[in-house]
């Protein structure tokens, strides 16, 4: 079964609104978590590292103030796409993995955002 | 920074064939190598993990070989059947400060097995 659950599995909504996604680890603590983006036919691109009790640590070229990321727990991390446009939709999807070592990362079954 | 690719961009063979997907990567210093199949419009499954100290993994009708010092792995799916049809993702997990957990994928492979 799933170890790692994201919600919303698809949203659709008007320019101009802020949306956010759940990742949560469900049997295991991560004290990190990873969001990552897929355009269409293209592969997934690392966005930012969510660390528990910490900033998250972006990768070059995306926004911050965009992507808002909230580790609030060590089973929940959010991102928040502020103000969303059309240009944002996009396929998101979270991994953690066990801290322990050699485990493998799982992945949820990611977000379809869809702006219009 | 590390780089990903996979080859072929696409594959088509018909029903029972066994087949190979490559994956190469730039930087040798990984933590692992992982296989996952995506079907369109959903998440990632993951295939087979391998360590960087390992050479091989099997699951089933799949076999996945790594070579660390040439960055190069294979993912070989024997006997193949039409729901293999699927995008078959490559991923290397990085080490160090900065990489340590990350992933870089590669483009993937779309995979169809014609019945």
């Known amino acids: 079964g799933a170890v790692v659950s994201q919600h919303p599995s698809r949203v659709i909504c008007k320019s101009g609104t802020s949306v956010k996604i759940e990742c949560r680890s469900l049997?295991?603590?991560?004290?990190?978590m990873f969001w990552y983006r897929q355009f269409p036919k293209q592969s997934l691109m690392l966005m930012a590292t969510?660390?528990?009790?910490?900033?998250?640590?972006?990768e070059q070229g995306v926004e911050k103030d965009k992507f808002l990321i909230n580790h609030a727990s060590l089973t929940l991390s959010t991102l928040t796409v502020t103000s969303a446009h059309p240009e944002d939709s996009s396929f998101y999807i979270c991994?953690?993995?066990?801290?322990?070592?050699?485990?493998?990362?799982?992945f949820g079954d990611g977000t379809r955002l869809s702006i219009l | 920074k590390q780089e990903v690719t996979q080859i072929p961009a696409a594959l088509s063979v018909p029903e029972g064939e066994n087949l190979v997907l490559n994956c190469s990567f730039t930087?040798?210093?990984?933590?692992?190598l992982q296989w996952f199949r995506q079907d369109p419009g959903k998440g990632l499954t993951s295939l087979l993990l391998i360590q960087s100290s390992q050479r091989e993994q099997t699951s089933g009708r799949l076999n996945a070989s790594l070579d660390k010092s040439s960055g190069r792995s294979t993912l070989y799916i024997a006997a193949s059947q039409p729901g293999d049809s699927a995008t078959y993702l490559c991923?290397?997990?990085?080490?160090?400060?900065?990489?340590?957990?990350?992933?870089?994928f590669g483009d993937g492979t779309t995979l169809t097995v014609k019945p």
């Open positions: 991994s953690a993995s066990n801290d322990r070592v050699g485990q493998p990362q799982h």
């Open positions: 991923a290397v997990m990085g080490v160090g400060n900065t990489n340590a957990g990350k992933s870089t």
């Open positions: 049997d295991f603590q991560a004290t990190t």
């Open positions: 930087d040798s210093a990984i933590y692992n």
């Open positions: 969510s660390n528990e009790g910490s900033k998250a640590t972006y």
